[in-house]
């Protein structure tokens, strides 16, 4: 697998003088599309296309996500399963594995 870790900012005042975050910190879908999309970009020099559903992402230690990765010139599909190793506030690490066959 390949280990990545990015900082995002997950939490937003809610009120005056209150600030909170709710009890499971979220990370939009395209944040990890991007982290993933940004990682193979560097390991193989071609930027493939990452999807992670719509759906914001739990920032939890061993969260497993299913995406697909495709290129803009070929629109065969793999599985990337991504993991969240690490998770400090709104700071995480995760890895990622490509199925080795596509879908």
Do not use: H, K, W
């Not at 759906?55 to 990765?69: H, K, S």
């Not at 990337?80 to 199925?99: K, M, P």
Request: include cysteine; hydrophobic fraction near 40%; aromatic fraction near 4%.
């Amino acid at each position: 697998m390949t280990s990545v870790r990015t900082s995002l900012v997950a939490c937003a005042a809610l009120a005056v003088g209150l600030a909170g975050c709710s009890a499971n910190v979220t990370v939009a879908p395209e944040d990890v599309e991007t982290t993933v999309e940004d990682s193979l970009e560097a390991q193989f020099g071609i930027r493939p296309v990452i999807d992670c559903g719509d759906d914001n992402i739990d920032l939890v230690v061993d969260e497993q996500v299913t995406c697909l990765l495709s290129t803009e010139d070929d629109p065969t599909e793999f599985d990337v399963d991504v993991v969240f190793t690490e998770v400090d506030g709104t700071e995480f690490s995760l890895d990622y594995q490509v199925a080795e066959e596509p879908n």
